[in-house]
C-alpha cells in the first residue's frame, strides 16, 4: 500500500495544504518519510490522517462556488471500533459544511473494508446537506463494503450501487466529475419517482 498515491492530476488547480478553508491547510508532506499506516501496512506519505486508526483520505477538489467537494479515501472504514464516522464528520466534513459545502463525492474504491455501528453520524449529515440541496454520493464501493453498507441502512443517507460504481473518473477534470455524478443523481431520483 506504500506505492498508492492519492490522484494527483488536479493539484495544479487544487491543493487542500494551501485552502485555508481545509482542514489540512498549512500540513506539509514527505515523500520519503512513512509514518501513516493500516495495521502493518505503511501508506504513501500524501494521505491525510484525520482521527481514525485504519482510514485516510485526500481532499482532491473543493469548489466552493459550486458547492462540492471531491475526496479519495483509502484503507478500512471502521465504525465499530474506531466510530471512523464520527472523526470524517468532525475533522474534516464539518469544516467544509461550514464553508458552504453541500455536495460529497466520496471515492471509495480504495476503502477495502467497512465495519458498521450506529447511523447517527450519517443521518445528521444528511439531513445537513440535504435541507440545502445537497448529497453524499460514494462512487466505486466493493461489492463487500456495499453489502455492509446495506446491512446498516446506510442507504437511506449516502448515494451509492451500481449507477455509481465502475465509473472511469481519474481522467476526467474535477467539474466534469461533479456534473457526472450530479446527472446520475438526477436520473436516479426520476426513475425512482
Known sequence: M?????HFQWRDRYRAEDDSASPFYGRRYSEFS???????YLLHPQWDEFGSE????????????DRYAIIELIGEWNDALHNDSMHLKREVIDRLVGEGVNQFIMIMEGVLNFHAD???????????VTDSGGWVAMINVLDHVMDEMNSAGLDHYLHYGPILNHLTWRP???????????GLLQTERKRVY
Open 54 to 65: 485504519t482510514l485516510y483520505l485526500k481532499i482532491l477538489f473543493v469548489d466552493y462556488e
Open 2 to 6: 506504500h506505492d498508492i498515491e492519492p
Open 34 to 40: 512513512y509514518s501513516n499506516k493500516v495495521y502493518n
Open 172 to 182: 476526467q477534470k474535477a467539474r466534469r466529475v461533479h456534473e457526472a455524478i450530479e
Open 118 to 128: 450506529a447511523d447517527d453520524y450519517y443521518e445528521e449529515w444528511y439531513h445537513e
